[in-house]
């Protein structure tokens, strides 16, 4: 079973399990190869609880 702390909201109709995240924009991410809207809302919290260190595979753009 998956930590809580694993899934975050990313908007009010989308909560996403963040080891699956692979790209984060502006306006949205990616997970699993589909494009999932990030919300106004929700975008610098989600941001901010990422703490990937450089050289991680994630690519913040």
Known sequence: MSSASTFSRV?????VNKSYVEVIGK???RVAGEE??????????????QGHLPGDPLNLI
Request: hydrophobic share 25%; charged share 20%; glycine share 10%.
């Open 11 to 15: 908007h009010r109709s989308y909560l």
């Open 36 to 49: 999932i809207p990030l919300g106004e809302n929700y975008r610098s919290i989600f941001k901010g609880s």
């Open 27 to 29: 306006t949205s991410l």
